[in-house]
């Protein structure tokens, strides 16, 4: 007669349950219109002048931060209506405008400015970049993956600039 091996019983352990954070009190500005709409460049345009009559670093950064947080809502919300490859440009356009403000502030600070208050709002937006970009992350497949996680370089460079 043949023997047959008990095999030893296996307990399965249960998988630690992964909690989200509470989600970062900050509020996005609402975007406009977005990218895809015909009369997108006007706004593109109005921005630039905006930013070109802008000279006081405090009150820049403050303008870029806005157009960061507009371009990061209007990227999340391309990204949701199926235009991924347009969402991703626009991500990285507004991180790019986060870290312009960052550098304005440092440099408002340096001139002598009080940036306490900017830079408060700044560790917390770069924290909400950081969420709502994780977030997109999770709607997108293979390669833009990889996009999306070198665009979450910008706010943690941030956060990191900001400390």
Not at 83 to 98: H, N, P, Q, S
Request: glycine share 8%.
């Amino acid at each position: 007669a043949a023997l047959t091996v008990a095999k030893p019983i296996v307990k399965a352990t249960p998988t630690p349950v992964v909690q989200n954070p509470a989600p970062v009190d900050y509020f996005l500005a609402y975007p406009g219109i977005l990218p895809d709409h015909l009369l997108y460049p006007l706004k593109m345009i109005r921005d630039r002048v905006w930013l070109w009559l802008t000279v006081d670093p405090l009150k820049k950064g403050q303008t870029l931060l806005l157009l960061a947080d507009k371009r990061l809502g209007a990227g999340k919300a391309l990204i949701e209506g199926g235009k991924v490859d347009l969402g991703i440009t626009t991500l990285t356009k507004g991180e790019k405008y986060l870290e312009q403000a960052i550098a304005q502030v440092i440099l408002a600070k340096s001139k002598g400015q009080n940036t306490d208050s900017l830079l408060k709002i700044l560790s917390r937006a770069t924290l909400k970049h950081e969420e709502v970009l994780l977030g997109v992350r999770e709607k997108v497949d293979g390669p833009q993956k990889s996009v999306i996680d070198d665009i979450l370089g910008y706010p943690q460079r941030g956060q990191e600039q900001l400390r």
